[in-house]
């Protein structure tokens, strides 16, 4: 039995992680405490943990591929995967709630820095169907450059205070992919001229094609 210097319970030493620099073995927080505690340490550095990391990941790269790339290494890591491979799926299912609601407090926060929780073009206010547009059409650009889509995009923004205003907006998903087939503006906005569509001239190219063929079917049968 240990006393925790935090909770002041007096808890087994399974409750507790191994520190072989301490004369007891373990440390002086229980594991809870403990986790506690990081999580919080976690939220106020979290940019300048991730810098340190970024560092040293850039310059032991090598160093680390080499590590990874070593047949025990390898073994180990299958044997690991094998061994815990239904404590994974026990995790997954008991913390998926917790994910889903995280990512979506972070898509609203994100959708209320760039107009709202609802669609610009057609009103729609079910979360579950909004996304987020780029005003130019040049999401894959975006998706190149930043290698960012979805919710790492909105942590992105966050992170960088929600830049580029004009260059982002909030639509549900038949406005955006209407785009797609109408010259890159939604078939809702009439007050733009939109000139003809993609997909009007693919209807006309299929119209054409069909007039075609029954036009040659005639000759055929008249021969």
Request: net charge positive; aromatic share 12%.
């Amino acid at each position: 039995m240990k006393k925790c210097s935090k909770c002041k319970k007096e808890l087994g030493l399974e409750n507790f992680y191994k520190d072989t620099t301490r004369k007891s073995g373990v440390y002086s927080r229980c594991k809870k405490c403990l986790r506690e505690y990081n999580k919080k340490y976690y939220l106020v550095k979290h940019d300048e943990i991730l810098k340190t990391q970024r560092k040293y990941n850039r310059i032991h790269r090598d160093q680390r591929k080499k590590y990874l790339n070593l047949p025990e290494v390898i073994l180990r890591r299958k044997k690991y995967n094998i061994n815990h491979k239904n404590d994974r799926i026990i995790y997954r299912f008991l913390h998926k709630k917790e994910e889903l609601l995280r990512r979506q407090e972070i898509k609203k926060e994100c959708f209320n820095a760039y107009g709202g929780c609802f669609c610009s073009c057609c009103g729609v206010e079910d979360l579950i169907f909004l996304t987020l547009d780029h005003v130019n059409n040049d999401g894959n650009i975006d998706r190149k450059t930043n290698r960012k889509a979805g919710t790492n995009l909105y942590i992105f923004l966050r992170k960088h205070q929600y830049p580029d205003k004009k260059r982002y907006q909030v639509l549900c998903m038949n406005c955006q992919f209407s785009k797609q087939y109408n010259n890159g503006i939604c078939p809702h906005r009439k007050d733009i001229d939109l000139g003809v569509s993609v997909y009007q001239k693919k209807f006309e190219i299929w119209n054409r094609e069909q007039i075609n063929k029954e036009k040659y079917l005639e000759t055929y049968q008249k021969k």
